[in-house]
């Protein structure tokens, strides 16, 4: 029973009980959706198990996806676990703390490299093996916000990396619609989990989007799953290389 019912989901990116992919994962549990879970090294094991025994998900392992070997691991066992996948969502983004702040203007190279890897390449890298376990078509969906589109305080080379994220969906959504896969991004508004607390001023972007969104506050991660799963489920069928904005319509005004 359920939107997504006889679905099967790999998630990634679930840091802790405030991650938006937990918001994702729980919306698309009670629709019914099968759910694999990866984590990120050992500490997050500790949180993710217990997170993933709530919703019967099974834990497919560790995923840093800058190790393309655990990238391969975690879709080999996805292949065992299920023989397919219908759908996958990318939560994943790093930056140095200390370039988070401050002038775009001072990134270094290698600080620059290794975000635009970590946060807009590793979808592509996960595309290319989920694409592999689609076979009856598919939906895949990442993060990304609004300092892709405009420069918001301290987003710096993550807004620089998010732009190049939301053009990978324009030509990923091209390369795989032929198979009946889509592929999506949602543009959430802020919502303070681990990743956020990294950027500078992040408490004063808050209250900035609570004041001058229509909405008149800002977004829950159950919010974001309840729209990922009109994007993952069939109810979006027709949807794909989208950026759809689940932000209270801050980016009407902002
Ligand atoms: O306001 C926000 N929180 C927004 C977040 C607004 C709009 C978009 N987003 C995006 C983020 O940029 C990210 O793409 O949503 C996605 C999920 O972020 P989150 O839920 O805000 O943050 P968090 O709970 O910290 O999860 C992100 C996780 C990492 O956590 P930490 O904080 O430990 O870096 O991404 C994972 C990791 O679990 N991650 C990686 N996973 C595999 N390999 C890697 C990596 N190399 N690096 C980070």
Redesign the pocket.
């Known amino acids: 029973r359920g939107l997504m019912a006889g679905k099967r989901g790999l998630i990634?990116?679930?840091?802790?009980n405030?991650?938006?992919?937990w918001g994702i994962a729980r919306a698309c549990a009670a629709e019914g959706a099968a759910l694999a879970l990866t984590?990120?090294g050992d500490a997050?094991r500790k949180r993710v198990e217990p997170l993933a025994a709530e919703l019967g998900a099974t834990v497919v392992g560790h995923?840093?996806?800058?190790d393309e070997a655990s990238l391969d691991a975690v879709f080999a066992r996805c292949g065992d676990l299920y023989g397919g996948l219908d759908f996958l969502v990318h939560?994943?983004?790093?930056s140095d703390k200390d370039q988070l702040d401050g002038r775009y203007i001072d990134t270094t190279a290698d600080n620059f490299t290794r975000t635009m890897f970590?946060?807009c390449y590793?979808f592509t890298a996960i595309a290319q093996r989920a694409e592999k376990l689609m076979q009856n078509g598919g939906s895949m969906l990442t993060?990304?916000?609004y300092g892709a589109e405009k420069v918001m305080p301290h987003y710096n080379v993550?807004g620089v990396a998010k732009a190049a994220l939301e053009a990978s969906v324009r030509y990923l959504a091209v390369d795989l619609g032929g198979k009946g896969i889509r592929v999506n991004a949602i543009?959430?508004?802020?919502?303070k989990?681990?990743?956020?607390s990294g950027i500078g001023d992040f408490r004063y972007i808050l209250k900035w989007n609570e004041y001058n969104a229509p909405l008149k506050r800002t977004v829950t991660i159950d919010e974001v799953g309840q729209s990922a799963v009109y994007l993952l489920s069939d109810m979006g069928r027709a949807v794909t290389g989208e950026v759809h904005h689940v932000d209270c319509g801050y980016h009407v005004v902002g």
């Open positions: 990634m990116g679930i840091a802790n405030r991650s938006i992919a984590y990120q997050l995923c840093d996806v800058t939560a994943i983004a790093f970590i946060s590793s993060l990304t916000y993550m543009s959430a508004g802020p919502i989990t681990l990743a956020a």
